[in-house]
T-cell receptor
Framework: RKEVEQDPGPFNVPEGATVAFNCTYSNSASQSFFWYRQDCRKEPKLLMS???SGNEDGRFTAQLNRASQYISLLIRDSKLSDSATYLCAVNVGGSQGNLIFGKGTKLSVKP | SQTIHQWPATLVQPVGSPLSLECTVE??????LYWYRQAAGRGLQLLFYSVGIGQISSEVPQNLSASRPQDRQFILSSKKLLLSDSGFYLC???????????FGQGTRLTVV
């Protein structure tokens, strides 16, 4: 099993749709979880951290399920500008500071 | 505020030539530093990470090496490039007070 797995997509959705991405991780010792957004030919940029209690930032909601070892990202009322690749990242933590990324899920929002 | 600089932005190198990519971080001290590679249509592959000066951990065996001569400097090198070394190379840092990683703008390397 890979350390961090995501559905590669692409997810093609109309404007205004709600879309959800899942990401599973294999290391139960993982401590920190994140969602990044990467535009074409650009560096990934932090979208939001994922907290145990779940967190929301505008149209974006992130949740963590430690028992099942997955994190999710929900985007409501999709905009054209949401089109990008969404990467999840997991930090095992400790002195080694190992930060592992999934391969990303591509989202395309159509008019 | 913290910033991360990575250069050059693009690079075209012949097979067998050497490589040196540099990454520097400003506005922080003792960061964890990372080199990732993203091949076309693929995910971010962790190549090296460093938790301090002179401390390098390699994740994937390859013809690349990394060095950390100063606290805020991280260098990726190769003595002889292969075609398969082409990709988008990204440097990232994680500060001591927050677990999030922040990326440089990346170097797009094409080996011809």
């Amino acid at each position: 099993r890979k350390e961090v797995e995501q559905d590669p997509g692409p997810f093609n959705v109309p404007e205004g749709a709600t879309v959800a991405f899942n990401c599973t991780y294999s290391n139960s010792a993982s401590q920190s979880f994140f969602w990044y957004r990467q535009d074409c030919r650009k560096e990934p940029k932090l979208l939001m951290s994922v907290y145990s209690s779940g967190n929301e930032d505008g149209r974006f909601t992130a949740q963590l399920n430690r028992a099942s070892q997955y994190i999710s990202l929900l985007i409501r009322d999709s905009k054209l500008s949401d089109s990008a690749t969404y990467l999840c990242a997991v930090n095992v933590g400790g002195s080694q500071g190992n930060l592992i990324f999934g391969k990303g899920t591509k989202l395309s929002v159509k008019p | 505020s913290q910033t991360i600089h990575q250069w050059p932005a693009t690079l075209v190198q012949p097979v067998g030539s050497p490589l040196s990519l540099e990454c520097t971080v400003e506005g922080t001290s003792n960061p964890n530093l990372y080199w990732y590679r993203q091949a076309a249509g693929r995910g971010l592959q962790l190549l090296f990470y460093s938790v301090g000066i002179g401390q390098i951990s390699s994740e994937v065996p390859q013809n690349l090496s990394a060095s950390r001569p100063q606290d805020r400097q991280f260098i990726l090198s190769s003595k002889k490039l292969l075609l398969s070394d082409s990709g988008f190379y990204l440097c990232a840092w994680v500060g001591p007070w927050l677990p999030e990683a922040f990326f440089g703008q990346g170097t797009r390397l094409t080996v011809v």
